[in-house]
Every structure is written in structure tokens, then in C-alpha cells.
């Protein structure tokens, strides 16, 4: 069975760090861009950070940009997102996303472009 699991996510208070991982399982992620999405309570999904197929290009949304960080292990078919500097308007459920559309993607920041979705990890962010 294809699927990619999260896991990292907790309670943390404001300010501090949580590393979100993504785990590929059934097939391999290596050639493919990646990304990550989180939606919060009553509010649409939204993009947060992306990863090019090599790991070379990331781009990242300007609520997080300087905070988070998006890095892979392509031998571990694992994903990354560090996110430092925790806000209380990062709590959402995060979750990591693969692009196989095409090898040697390099990610996206529309969720349409992707087709594996992971089951999603909660970060809560307390004042």
C-alpha cells in the first residue's frame, strides 16, 4: 500500500520548535517534488513549503518563510519540516503531499498538483 506518514506534531508553546517527518511507504518518493500543507480550524488548506525532487529548490509561503525549513533524505524516502519560532496562527493539521506526475518534479505550491496525501500530524501552538 502507497501512503505517506506524518509524524512530529504536538503541543508546544509559543516560540519554541517541532520537526514534522513524512515518512514514503509502498514506493519510492526520491524522484519527486514534495510539499507540505496545513489547515487550520474553518480555514481552507494552505501551502507552507515545497521541495524540488533533488532537494536543491525549496520555496516556502511568506507566513513562514525564515521559520520553517523544508529538507529530504532521499535514501530515508523521508520528508522534513523544521519549524522554529512557533506562532499561535501555525496551529493546523500539517500535512506532506508527493507530486509523482511527472519525474523529476519539482513540487508546487497548488495542492491540485499533487496525488499522495499523507493522513496529516496537529501542531498546537499555545500563547
Known amino acids: 500500500q502507497v501512503q505517506l506518514v506524518e509524524s512530529g506534531g504536538g503541543l508546544v508553546q509559543a516560540g519554541g520548535s517541532l520537526r514534522l517527518s513524512c515518512q514514503g511507504a509502498g514506493r519510492s518518493f526520491d524522484n519527486y517534488g514534495m510539499g507540505w500543507f496545513r489547515q487550520a480550524p474553518g480555514k481552507e488548506r494552505e501551502f507552507v513549503a515545497s521541495?524540488?525532487?533533488?532537494?536543491?529548490?525549496?520555496s516556502y509561503a511568506a507566513a513562514v518563510l525564515g521559520r520553517f525549513t523544508i529538507s529530504r533524505d532521499r535514501a530515508k524516502n523521508t520528508v522534513y519540516l523544521q519549524m522554529n519560532s512557533l506562532k499561535p496562527e501555525d496551529t493546523a493539521v500539517y500535512s506532506c503531499a508527493a507530486d509523482v506526475s511527472r519525474e523529476y518534479s519539482s513540487g508546487s505550491r497548488d495542492f491540485g498538483a499533487y496525488d499522495y496525501w499523507g493522513q496529516g500530524t496537529q501542531v498546537a501552538v499555545s500563547s
Open positions: 521541495i524540488t525532487w533533488m532537494g536543491g529548490s525549496t
